[in-house]
């Protein structure tokens, strides 16, 4: 079902040769589009019952086909907020460390994507392509690590992703997350506490590049732009360019 990227993740190094060369992906189990909505749903009910989420620009995310969701990275709490406001489900890419005890069959039950990020993880690479080119939402941390959350230092696995398959690219600003711990439990915003989630407008990584970011339904994986080493940087400077602004406009929005 789903096939291949590089370098990349929840945004650490997957690396990739910049031929591209798909890998086999044997004995990968396809990540299920059934299980990342019922984790959406999951999503809905915990993030609005705890906390007070304020949702701009969704309309923006396109209605289908293939699109990645590059989200800014502060707080543990930002992955599951976009998963309960996006639209649409999302497969998201999550380091290995993660998926421990039970959390590991629950993750991967709701669609999600396990990733080694120490070493090329071939079939992680696979499974993200597969999701983008079976027309799914691929959710990635493009910083790699929690940190800032001001995409100061990108990975090159998104422009990977974005050019290997030709999906178009949603900024999403997660805001709030980080500002202040709660009394309740240590570790998370207060709750009820507000949390803004800013989508930006969909974009290419190469500019010119043909995607399907007007939302042109379910577009397979196989995007046309170059990807060699030069090609993929260049596509990487203009990502974070593009997702800096966004930030940068997302708290000019929220106050934030």
Wanted: glycine share 14%.
């Amino acid at each position: 079902m789903r096939r291949d990227p590089g370098r990349g993740e929840a945004g650490r190094r997957v690396t990739v040769s910049s031929s591209a060369a798909r890998p086999s992906g044997k004995g990968a189990a396809a990540p299920s589009e059934k299980g990342a909505e019922v984790g959406r749903r999951i999503g809905v009910g915990l993030m609005y019952g705890l906390w007070k989420p304020r949702v701009l620009g969704a309309w923006r995310v396109p209605a289908s086909g293939p699109v990645i969701l590059a989200v800014n990275h502060a707080h543990n709490l930002d992955g599951p907020m976009l998963m309960g406001t996006a639209p649409r489900p999302v497969h998201f890419l999550i380091k290995k460390e993660a998926f421990v005890g039970p959390l590991d069959p629950f993750l991967r039950g709701i669609g999600q994507l396990k990733v080694d990020r120490a070493s090329t993880d071939r079939t992680a690479i696979t499974q993200a392509l597969d999701v983008l080119s079976e027309g799914g939402v691929l959710g990635i941390f493009p910083e790699g690590t929690r940190g800032e959350g001001d995409f100061a230092s990108l990975r090159a696995g998104l422009a990977y992703f974005a050019v290997r398959s030709g999906a178009p690219i949603v900024p999403v600003a997660v805001l709030g997350s980080s500002e202040r711990q709660g009394r309740l439990i240590r570790g998370l915003p207060p709750l009820r506490s507000r949390i803004d989630v800013v989508f930006g407008d969909a974009f290419e990584a190469q500019e010119g590049a043909r995607s399907s970011a007007k939302g042109g339904g379910g577009r397979r994986a196989g995007g046309s732009g170059r990807r060699t080493r030069k090609a993929l940087d260049e596509a990487t400077v203009r990502i974070q360019e593009r997702l800096t602004a966004h930030l940068e406009n997302a708290r000019r929005l929220t106050g934030r």
